[in-house]
């Protein structure tokens, strides 16, 4: 029996990072809302198994955004209503658990166009104005230069908390609090998990 998503046994944290950084978003935006990360989970589609096989096997934020755009994103108690009347869904089926009007064809909504400095913007054009993204004031996304501080730094100033994969180690499962040190993560650089990064900080040496 498959764990519900969000549980323990669910690699769902991709879903979870970007429905939160959204989340962050709307509310600096003055438009609060609460977005499901389990539509995320069983409706976003991953043929080419990009950061796993999809739902609980893991995806990846662009998989994300890309749906999104495509189909918005309910709040968690509309997501689960729709859900309560899916009749005849079977395991075979690895969208067995999105209703049919929340499905999508494919998992591409935009076309990125690369800046000058290794970014690559994502943005809905007037010919797909139609999709659903709009709905909840979405329009685009942004994919920053890989391993490069500056930008990260640059977009949590000017635009809110982001989406990040890391490198978890076993530092991870002790942290309780502070800032993260690079003690923490996994010595071979395997990005392995995904969280919300919401600010950046230097760590206070001991005082003798």
Request: hydrophobic share 40%; with cysteine; net charge negative.
């Amino acid at each position: 029996m498959r764990a519900a998503p969000g549980s323990a046994d669910c690699g769902s944290c991709w879903a979870h990072a970007a429905t939160m950084a959204m989340r962050a978003r709307a509310e600096i935006k003055g438009l609060p809302a609460e977005f499901s990360a389990e539509q995320l989970v069983a409706c976003t589609p991953n043929p080419h198994k990009c950061g796993g096989t999809g739902g609980c096997d893991g995806a990846t934020a662009e998989l994300a955004y890309e749906y999104v755009l495509q189909r918005g994103l309910a709040k968690p108690q509309h997501f689960f209503m729709q859900k309560s009347m899916l009749s005849g869904a079977t395991g075979d089926d690895p969208m067995s658990g999105c209703p049919a009007s929340l499905r999508v064809q494919s998992e591409v909504a935009t076309k990125g166009v690369l800046g000058i400095d290794g970014s690559e913007v994502h943005l809905l054009g007037t010919s797909e104005s139609e999709l659903m993204g709009m709905t909840i004031g979405m329009r685009g996304w942004t994919k920053l230069p890989e391993n490069r501080e500056e930008p990260i730094m640059r977009s949590l100033m000017m635009d809110g908390p982001l989406y990040v994969a890391v490198a978890v180690g076993e530092h991870w499962h002790y942290y309780s609090g502070g800032v993260m040190t690079q003690e923490g993560c996994d010595t071979r650089n395997v990005i392995n998990h995904a969280v919300t990064l919401f600010a950046w900080g230097v760590k206070e040496k001991s005082r003798i």
